[in-house]
């Protein structure tokens, strides 16, 4: 037997005037709600567009990694960019880092007027064209600038090496590993990178999230570099 039924299987009559009381209260609201009542079901109009999260929700802008350095060893910083395209980071990179960055000992070898010419990319293979103010530097300094773009950039998606050129002439670039070499990676740099007591005891107020990122970098190296030469396998 249903519930609320009679043994005749009936409903009630007080029961039906419940909800027929109930409905009427109902429409009653809707139509002082400014809701108009049909005679027939209609569609809901919903909207049809979708948002998406963006990467920062409290600045809309992407966390990138650049590398910079802290008494002569390369270390992560995570920079706000309103995108992570080559042509973004790479000018990013090129220039001084911000007071914020520089008040924490953190500093670049890239030269000061160095700028982003052009660019092209072969697959895992980018080539940097960067303005004749490259030259300014010279020796450790040359090889820790270089290091600054080649562990930037190797932060990216499906990149590995890179080539060089200034005012569009190709040039060969020493690293610590290699020597001169026509394209480099980051295994050639890599005696180049803080460890992470390194950088603890040089920067008093290391951001958390750069030791994580440096400590993930110096994991993907020991795994990415086999070998007394440092060079990635394969």
């Known amino acids: 037997m249903t519930s609320g039924a009679s043994p005749s299987g009936l ?11 109930l409905c009427a209260a109902v429409a009653l ?10 005679d027939e079901p209609r569609a809901l109009n919903l909207p049809t567009t979708t948002t998406t ?4 929700q409290s600045t809309g802008r992407f966390p990138t ?16 960019l309103p995108d992570r395209s080559l042509t973004t980071v790479l000018n990013a990179l090129l220039e001084p880092p911000a007071e914020s960055n520089a008040a924490q000992g ?21 080539a940097v064209n960067l303005s004749g103010s490259f030259d300014n530097v010279v020796g450790l300094s040359r090889q820790q ?10 932060e ?11 005012e569009g002439e190709e040039i060969t670039v020493s690293s610590p590993v290699e020597g001169d070499s026509a394209s480099v990676n980051g295994c050639d740099f890599k005696p180049l990178v ?33 070998g007394s030469r440092g060079r990635r396998a394969g």
């Open 106 to 126: 953190l500093s670049s070898s890239i030269p000061a007027g160095t700028e982003l010419l052009g660019f092209q990319r072969d697959h895992n293979l980018l």
């Open 194 to 226: 803080s460890t992470v007591e390194e950088a603890v005891a040089r920067l008093e107020r290391l951001p958390v999230i750069a030791i994580d990122q440096l400590d993930e970098r110096i994991q993907e190296l020991d795994l990415a570099c086999p």
């Open 65 to 80: 990694v650049l590398y910079y350095l802290a008494d002569g060893k390369l270390l992560p910083v995570v920079k706000d």
């Open 156 to 166: 990216l998606s499906d990149i590995t090496d890179l080539q060089f050129r200034v």
């Open 145 to 154: 600038a270089i290091g600054q773009i080649v562990l930037t950039m190797t």
């Open 11 to 21: 409903v009630p009559v007080r029961s039906l005037l419940r909800r027929a009381s």
């Open 29 to 38: 609201v809707l139509v002082g709600c400014g809701v108009d009542l049909d």
């Open 53 to 56: 999260t963006p990467p920062n």
